[in-house]
């Protein structure tokens, strides 16, 4: 089992930056699985953000956030950040943390995702 827990969400103008943290618990934060954020904004799916391979040195991110967006990972402290500048009201939804254990590789795939954190909302005023 892994816990999940994220952070660092709140309400930031337009062209503001917030950085979100997921905090990892339970089964040991290794380096041998994927993490990835994804966000859900109201009447739509949950749609891929961002993933770090398990040693980091791999990142994949959506078409919409390339650019702006940057995720790092300390497997050390047991963290996945992620870092949101330039944000437009768009990027408003809950962002959510999740776990590949299957995975070394930064997959975009929801389903391929085992743990899942509660969730941050951001909001992003225009």
């Known amino acids: 089992q892994v816990q999940l827990v994220e952070s660092g969400g709140g309400l930031v103008q337009a062209g503001g930056s917030l950085r979100l943290s997921c905090a990892a618990s339970?089964?040991?934060?290794?380096?041998?699985?994927?993490m990835g954020w994804f966000r859900q904004a109201p009447g739509k799916e949950r749609e891929f953000v961002s993933a770090?391979?398990?040693?980091?040195?791999?990142?994949n991110y959506a078409d919409s956030v390339k650019g702006r967006f940057t995720i790092s990972r300390d497997n050390d402290q047991n963290t996945v950040s992620l870092q949101m500048n330039s944000l437009k009201s768009e990027d408003t939804a809950v962002y959510y943390c999740?776990?590949?254990?299957?995975?070394?590789?930064?997959?975009?795939?929801?389903?391929?995702?085992?743990?899942w954190g509660q969730g941050t909302q951001v909001t992003v005023s225009s």
């Open positions: 999740a776990a590949a254990i299957g995975w070394s590789t930064p997959t975009r795939l929801k389903s391929e995702y085992d743990y």
């Open positions: 339970g089964r040991a934060f290794s380096s041998s699985y994927a």
């Open positions: 770090i391979s398990g040693g980091g040195g791999w990142t």
